[in-house]
């Protein structure tokens, strides 16, 4: 849950870094918040549910991209990137092959390792 709150105070941050696990985990609970969504409004077609999920959907969006954004940061690859997403299945198949990807150790253009420890001084 700390991800992803995390993720949602950072929703228009589309600066610095995000490690894998603050990206997966922010999918996971938007994946489980939509299942929900849509069992409790009925689960048919056309119902509640779709309503809500859609709600849901809207709300998230921006963040969603934001963390994405982040996520290609960590992996030294421009945000640019994240366009990606409108590109039907390919699109989304490349995305999920650079988020599954370890953070780069060091420093890079886009800021500290989100993973590295500060030294005590």
């Known amino acids: 849950m700390e991800w992803y709150l995390k993720a949602f105070r950072q ?5 610095g870094r995000a490690q894998r696990k603050e990206y997966w985990m ?8 939509m299942i929900v969504l849509t069992l ?29 954004v982040r996520r290609l940061h960590d992996i ?5 990137w994240a366009l ?6 390919i699109g989304a ?14 420093a890079n253009e886009y800021g500290p390792n989100p993973k590295a420890v500060a030294l005590p001084a």
Do not use: C, H
């Open 76 to 80: 030294g690859r421009s945000g640019w």
């Open 93 to 106: 198949l490349v995305l999920i092959f650079f988020a599954i990807q370890d953070s780069q150790p060091e």
């Open 11 to 15: 929703y228009a941050d589309f600066k």
């Open 40 to 68: 409790v409004g009925g689960g048919g077609e056309g119902g509640l549910g779709d309503v809500l999920s859609g709600l849901y959907s809207l709300a998230v969006m921006v963040p969603s991209v934001a963390v994405t």
């Open 84 to 89: 990606l997403m409108i590109v039907p299945l």
């Open 26 to 33: 922010f999918a996971l609970f938007n994946l489980v918040i």
